[in-house]
């Protein structure tokens, strides 16, 4: 028998537990089942692409053709950072979640922008240079009253919903490699799925599944063969050794890396119990270097279907064999059943780098229809008896040089595309970034940093205007609505500029796209017609989104300019003005008014003091090396970070020298170069980037 006093204390914190429960907003029950029916309630936004499908598609439809023309501002949330903005939100009963640069994260109430919660997990700043790409966050994952977001140094943390309060934070990666986390987890099951990023930096690429509850490790596929001489004792051990291995030639592959990491899209299946994962490029890019320029060397730019519980393999589609363009198959799998010859299949649609847009089937893995998107030059087409692209004989760059229509950039990169159920198109944000791919003649492994086995140093800037005006042309983005069953294209809008951002389709026939010049629009989903458009006066990149609160439908998109081509392609379009990253939420009839932000540079600082020709020429050659995937190339910043020509240290050596060896802005992301480059360097670069401000000068006060 219970003693009383025992058993009034059981009994009270009984009640406790009880009147806690009820007094607590209702806990939120987000589960598998939930998001996989998550099309039966679109005032939400489940997961990163709408529902496990992705089809980035809401069926909401007060917002349409006739009345998105008085589209305003409902409201907008300045982030604590200015740095690339590429989350996807996530809207869960009134709430908006959304990750900012850096992996911070912010609740905020859906319907007035009011902070609920702000989670910073205060990522080290020199994780910045290990970053390919920018600093960024692609999003969240929500899943049992948590937010499982992955940051940029490699922690996979889940976020109690109501109090945005740490639950459980879980290593996934070494420490030791150049691995960061720039993708959304995913979750089903139980658990959150989760990739990396870094092959460009020599890693090996694999994902992760955690018990969503405890953060405890349950299954990891590698998705590239390790040494030989060490067991992984991992999910992936027998598809390794059996499917993968063999297609990998010489004795350095494994030292290199390998790369093939999941950087970026993870899709559960409900209808399959398949998740697939979206492989990326090879570590370093160059197959020559990589595999002796033989094999397929699997399972680089594949899709691989894994059993969610176990990891274990089921089935691969590799788009690119032998992979040597930095072409990942990364890129968003959206789900669908669509009829191929007649016949209903569950199929993966899918626009990777490479430019072709593929069918795939969900069943057997096989690709059923691909086509062009664009005019790719690697390849003719792709057999669909043998499932291989009919590669163009020049594209490896073995002999000589390779032009490629479809660079490193990719064809369609990240950017969010979607699918309408009612069009039966697919609206896909496609781009064209010329690439020269020359052999690096003196490639060595350097660990930690870039290893492409690519020659990067090759391409000079036109220096007169013309030359730059070409160059301009050259780089082109579209929006283009794509028919995925006939393969072909139905209507696109042409932009000026590439990197534009994601889209979104909606029930009311509109699409939403921000773009590169800073707008954010509306068209028609049926004819691509302009009904719509919004100064967001910074690039936009993100999807939109949308949702709705007390009947309310809203439209939500992050903005803020960065990501990998904007860091290193210079700022030759002009000025670029920098407000703070934000999310932007709209509704016809909204009337909120964005701050003016000032468009003005700071004036090149100009050093007195001169140098001689060689040292400027060393200078140039480092700069190119070191500093140019940061801060623009040949000096010509697009203004995300500093446009070091207009820096205050640029006239004060040892201030330059304190930052550049010294290390004095590590906490923000700019690091000691100092196993890299001497002091005698560092005063080079100075010099260089001097003689660029002189320059500048000049030609800014004509
Ligand atoms: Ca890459």
């Given at each position: 028998?219970l003693?009383?006093?025992?058993?009034?204390?059981?009994?009270l914190s009984?009640?406790?537990?009880?009147?806690?429960?009820?007094?607590?907003?209702?806990?939120?029950?987000?589960?598998?089942?939930?998001?996989?029916a998550?099309?039966?309630?679109?005032?939400?936004?489940?997961?990163?692409?709408?529902?496990?499908?992705?089809?980035?598609?809401?069926?909401?439809?007060?917002?349409?053709?006739?009345?998105?023309?008085?589209?305003?501002?409902?409201?907008?949330?300045?982030?604590?950072?200015?740095?690339?903005?590429?989350?996807?939100?996530?809207?869960?009963?009134?709430?908006l979640?959304?990750?900012t640069a850096?992996?911070?994260?912010?609740?905020?109430?859906?319907?007035?922008?009011?902070?609920?919660?702000?989670?910073?997990?205060?990522?080290?700043?020199?994780y910045?240079?290990?970053?390919?790409?920018?600093?960024?966050?692609?999003?969240a994952?929500?899943?049992?009253?948590r937010?499982?977001?992955?940051?940029?140094?490699?922690?996979?943390?889940?976020?109690?919903?109501?109090?945005?309060?740490?639950?459980?934070?879980?290593?996934?990666?070494?420490?030791?490699?150049?691995?960061?986390?720039?993708?959304?987890?995913?979750?089903?099951?139980?658990?959150?799925?989760?990739?990396?990023?870094?092959?460009?930096?020599?890693?090996?690429?694999?994902?992760?599944?955690?018990?969503?509850?405890?953060?405890?490790?349950?299954?990891?596929?590698?998705?590239v063969?390790?040494?030989?001489?060490?067991?992984?004792?991992?999910?992936?051990?027998?598809?390794?050794?059996?499917?993968?291995?063999?297609?990998?030639?010489?004795?350095?592959?494994?030292?290199?890396?390998?790369?093939?990491?999941?950087?970026?899209?993870?899709?559960?299946?409900?209808?399959?119990?398949?998740?697939?994962?979206?492989?990326?490029?090879?570590?370093?890019?160059?197959?020559?270097?990589?595999?002796e320029?033989?094999?397929?060397n699997?399972?680089?730019?594949?899709?691989?279907?894994?059993?969610?519980?176990?990891?274990?393999?089921?089935?691969?589609?590799?788009?690119?064999?032998?992979?040597?363009?930095?072409?990942?198959?990364?890129?968003q799998?959206?789900?669908?059943?669509?009829?191929?010859?007649?016949?209903?299949?569950?199929?993966?649609?899918?626009?990777?780098?490479?430019?072709?847009?593929?069918?795939?089937d969900?069943?057997?893995?096989?690709?059923?229809?691909?086509?062009?998107?664009?005019?790719?030059n690697?390849?003719?087409?792709?057999?669909?008896?043998?499932?291989?692209?009919?590669?163009?004989?020049?594209?490896?760059?073995?002999?000589?040089?390779?032009?490629?229509?479809?660079?490193?950039?990719?064809?369609?990169?990240w950017?969010?595309m979607?699918?309408?159920?009612?069009?039966?198109?697919?609206?896909?944000?496609?781009?064209?970034?010329?690439?020269?791919?020359?052999?690096?003649?003196?490639?060595?492994?350097?660990?930690?940093?870039?290893?492409?086995?690519?020659?990067?140093?090759g391409?000079?800037?036109?220096?007169?205007e013309?030359?730059?005006?070409?160059?301009r042309?050259?780089?082109?983005?579209?929006?283009?609505?794509?028919?995925?069953?006939?393969?072909?294209?139905?209507?696109?809008?042409?932009?000026?500029?590439?990197?534009?951002?994601?889209?979104?389709a909606?029930?009311?026939?509109?699409?939403?796209?921000?773009?590169?010049t800073?707008?954010?629009?509306?068209?028609?989903?049926?004819?691509?017609?302009?009904?719509?458009d919004?100064?967001?006066?910074t690039?936009i990149?993100?999807?939109?989104?949308?949702?709705?609160?007390?009947?309310?439908?809203?439209?939500?998109?992050?903005?803020?300019?960065?990501?990998?081509?904007?860091?290193?392609?210079?700022s030759?379009?002009?000025?670029?003005?920098?407000?703070?990253g934000?999310?932007?939420?709209?509704?016809?009839?909204?009337n909120?008014?964005?701050?003016?932000?000032?468009?003005?540079?700071?004036?090149?600082?100009?050093?007195?003091?001169?140098?001689?020709?060689?040292?400027?020429?060393?200078?140039?050659?480092?700069?190119?090396?070191?500093?140019?995937?940061?801060?623009?190339?040949?000096?010509?910043?697009?203004?995300?970070?500093?446009?070091?020509?207009?820096?205050?240290?640029?006239?004060?050596?040892?201030?330059?020298?304190?930052?550049?060896?010294?290390?004095?802005?590590?906490?923000?992301?700019?690091?000691?170069?100092?196993?890299?480059?001497?002091?005698?360097?560092?005063?080079a670069i100075r010099?260089?980037?001097?003689?660029?401000?002189?320059?500048?000068?000049?030609?800014?006060?004509?």
């Amino acid at each position: 028998m219970l003693s009383l006093p025992r058993f009034l204390v059981l009994l009270l914190s009984t009640l406790t537990a009880v009147g806690y429960g009820a007094m607590a907003a209702t806990p939120v029950k987000v589960d598998t089942a939930r998001i996989a029916a998550g099309d039966s309630e679109p005032q939400n936004w489940l997961s990163h692409g709408g529902t496990y499908a992705e089809t980035r598609y809401s069926s909401l439809s007060q917002i349409d053709t006739a009345n998105v023309g008085k589209l305003g501002l409902a409201w907008f949330h300045d982030f604590d950072t200015s740095r690339g903005q590429e989350g996807t939100p996530l809207v869960v009963d009134g709430v908006l979640y959304t990750t900012t640069a850096w992996s911070k994260v912010y609740a905020l109430d859906a319907a007035t922008g009011k902070q609920l919660w702000f989670y910073d997990p205060k990522v080290p700043g020199q994780y910045g240079i290990r970053a390919c790409c920018d600093v960024v966050n692609r999003g969240a994952a929500f899943y049992d009253g948590r937010v499982y977001v992955g940051t940029l140094d490699g922690r996979l943390i889940a976020i109690d919903a109501k109090t945005g309060k740490l639950a459980w934070s879980a290593k996934t990666v070494d420490g030791v490699h150049s691995y960061t986390i720039t993708g959304a987890p995913r979750a089903a099951r139980g658990k959150v799925y989760i990739g990396n990023g870094g092959a460009e930096y020599g890693v090996r690429g694999y994902v992760s599944a955690y018990d969503a509850k405890t953060g405890r490790l349950a299954w990891r596929f590698y998705t590239v063969p390790g040494d030989p001489a060490k067991a992984d004792h991992a999910a992936s051990d027998s598809a390794i050794e059996k499917i993968a291995r063999p297609t990998w030639y010489g004795n350095d592959y494994y030292k290199y890396g390998g790369g093939g990491t999941v950087w970026d899209s993870i899709v559960y299946d409900p209808d399959l119990n398949q998740l697939y994962i979206g492989v990326g490029n090879g570590s370093p890019w160059n197959r020559q270097i990589r595999s002796e320029g033989k094999g397929d060397n699997l399972f680089l730019s594949a899709i691989v279907a894994l059993d969610p519980d176990t990891g274990k393999y089921l089935w691969h589609y590799q788009e690119t064999p032998g992979e040597s363009w930095d072409y990942t198959a990364a890129q968003q799998m959206t789900l669908a059943t669509l009829p191929v010859k007649g016949v209903p299949h569950k199929v993966i649609m899918h626009a990777p780098k490479n430019g072709f847009f593929y069918l795939i089937d969900r069943l057997s893995g096989k690709v059923l229809s691909a086509e062009k998107f664009v005019g790719v030059n690697w390849a003719e087409k792709v057999d669909l008896e043998t499932g291989r692209p009919v590669e163009n004989p020049e594209a490896r760059y073995v002999d000589k040089p390779f032009l490629s229509y479809s660079g490193a950039a990719g064809a369609h990169n990240w950017f969010p595309m979607a699918y309408s159920p009612r069009t039966s198109l697919v609206y896909l944000p496609t781009q064209q970034i010329p690439f020269m791919y020359t052999k690096d003649g003196h490639f060595e492994f350097k660990p930690g940093q870039w290893n492409l086995g690519v020659d990067m140093m090759g391409g000079r800037l036109p220096t007169d205007e013309a030359g730059r005006e070409a160059m301009r042309n050259a780089l082109q983005g579209w929006l283009m609505a794509w028919d995925p069953v006939a393969q072909k294209e139905v209507w696109r809008v042409k932009y000026d500029r590439p990197w534009n951002g994601g889209v979104l389709a909606t029930g009311g026939d509109v699409v939403f796209q921000g773009t590169a010049t800073g707008r954010f629009r509306a068209y028609a989903a049926k004819s691509g017609e302009q009904l719509w458009d919004f100064d967001a006066q910074t690039a936009i990149l993100a999807g939109a989104i949308s949702y709705a609160v007390k009947g309310q439908q809203y439209i939500a998109v992050l903005a803020g300019n960065g990501g990998g081509l904007p860091l290193t392609l210079p700022s030759f379009y002009g000025p670029q003005p920098k407000p703070p990253g934000r999310v932007l939420v709209f509704k016809v009839g909204g009337n909120a008014k964005l701050p003016l932000v000032d468009p003005t540079l700071a004036a090149p600082n100009v050093p007195t003091q001169t140098w001689s020709a060689d040292t400027v020429e060393r200078g140039r050659v480092l700069y190119a090396q070191h500093c140019a995937s940061c801060h623009g190339m040949e000096t010509l910043s697009a203004g995300i970070l500093p446009d070091l020509r207009r820096t205050a240290l640029l006239t004060v050596k040892d201030a330059w020298e304190q930052v550049v060896i010294g290390g004095a802005l590590t906490s923000r992301g700019m690091i000691s170069f100092k196993d890299r480059i001497d002091a005698d360097g560092a005063e080079a670069i100075r010099a260089y980037v001097g003689s660029e401000a002189a320059a500048a000068a000049v030609t800014e006060h004509r």
